[in-house]
């Protein structure tokens, strides 16, 4: 005799794995159970879980939407970039090559969209005595909580419900501690450092100001600039990585690190990558080397065209990862016995 | 259910009550007669692996869910139908070599 099931919203696999797998997970409601369904093209399984066994779901918010939408901002840059050099190097464009043109912007542009009205995205555990299994299914806060509305309701209908002067009573009650002196065997004693924000501010006005120091160049280039771009670089790079290195196990807000780390990385890979592909084209096009000290004039073609390009490509990418940074530091105030110190803190205290 | 019976109807792999893996052996034979179209020389291969998903395992339970068998149903038609042409193909070189 089957079941019947009622569908709860949501369909889903966690982020790392969503590019290796086709698999997903569905909800079920039945009388009695929850039924998780893992289903991919070619066969699915099941897990059931009563009501009565279901102990706790936890929601917890991550920093998932960060990452999509870094990666399809920074998609979104690069194409533009591209389209910049290939108007630049053919000298303009027919329409029909802007509708295509438009055609790739608007494919990042739709998922950011996308992905900012679905809302934040957490991951939920559901907790039995036995396991503890991820609900991968409810990726966002908003579904999660509507879902796990419904199934709130089923598990009261078979638990019963837990009324406020039980749990008030139960909170009362002495609870007796003893004290070991010594942490379990396997567990850490970890610190949390309290951080300001002066270093992480310093870095993301570092790759904000690279960002309009390689929009400058989009105009004209010369090779002292060049040179002292090269060091601003250098000085940035330390910057963020002793950002990052510094972030770990503080107070910092989980979405200020994670950005910190994407735009280390952001930064490293725009270099490196357009560098290289700006060298290869400067050698192939070079006939004789130019003079560092003269400045040079903009022409739509060859060379110059793939410089204006490139740095096109730097400075929207460097603008967008420093300005959003200090979008994220906003808000942000180390605060010592009720007084805000904010950005003025001394560096790091010891918590534990 | 007792231990016994639970691992007597894990045995029996059309048992819904114990059964907690389930291969859609529908979207096999549909995925295998699709991409004889799409290879046509290995197309005689695919039908018969179709044909075969579709007689061996049509009343095996395909989900825990309602699962309509139409997918059986459209990948019998497609292997039906490359398989008639490569009788037609047979008959034609045949007859051909015997005239």
Known sequence: ?352 | MCTACLENAAADGDNRVATQRYVHYDSLALVFAVAGILVIPFSFITACISFYFIVRYWKKPLSILPRKRWRYVVAGIISLVTLGFWAVGFTSVVGGFLV
């Open chain 1, 1 to 352: 005799m089957e079941a019947n099931y009622v569908r709860l919203p949501g369909r889903g696999k966690p982020l790392a794995i969503s590019l290796l797998s086709s698999e997903a997970q569905r909800l079920f409601l039945s009388d009695d159970h929850l039924l998780v369904l893992r289903q991919n093209r070619a066969e699915e399984s099941h897990k059931k879980f009563n009501y009565k066994d279901i102990q706790a779901v936890t929601v917890q918010s991550n920093s998932e939407l960060t990452w999509i939408l870094s990666f399809n901002a920074l998609l979104l840059a690069f194409i533009i970039g591209v389209g910049i050099i290939t108007i630049n190097a053919s000298g303009g464009t027919s329409p029909s090559g802007l509708i295509i043109w438009g055609f790739f912007i608007a494919i990042p542009l739709i998922f950011i969209a996308k992905n900012l009205i679905q809302g934040k995205t957490c991951s939920v555990r559901l907790h039995t005595a036995v396991q503890v299994l991820e609900l991968t299914s409810l990726r966002r806060i908003g579904q999660a909580r509507s879902s796990l509305e419904i199934l709130r309701q089923r598990i009261e209908a078979a638990q019963g419900q837990w009324q406020s002067e039980e749990m008030t009573a139960e909170s009362d009650e002495p609870v007796e501690v003893k004290a070991s002196g010594s942490l379990p065997r396997g567990i850490k004693k970890e610190t949390v450092k309290v951080l300001g924000v002066s270093n992480h501010r310093m870095a993301f006005v570092g790759v904000v100001l690279l960002g309009i120091t390689n929009s400058i160049n989009m105009l004209l280039s010369n090779g002292v600039k060049d040179a002292v771009d090269a060091l601003f670089l250098l000085v940035v790079i330390g910057f963020l990585f002793t950002s990052v290195i510094r972030q770990h196990n503080s107070t910092l807000p989980d979405r200020v690190k994670s950005w910190s780390w994407v735009t280390l990385v952001g930064v490293g890979i725009t270099y490196m990558m357009l560098m290289y592909v700006d060298s290869f084209v400067t050698a192939f096009n070079m006939d004789d080397p130019p003079d560092i000290f003269e400045i040079q004039s903009i022409s739509l073609s060859g060379t110059t065209a793939w410089h204006i390009g490139v740095s096109g490509i730097l400075g929207v990418t460097h603008l967008f990862l420093g300005a959003l940074g200090l979008l994220h530091l906003r808000g942000y105030k180390v605060v010592e016995e009720g007084v805000a110190i904010g950005e003025s803190s001394p560096g790091e205290t010891d918590l534990s």
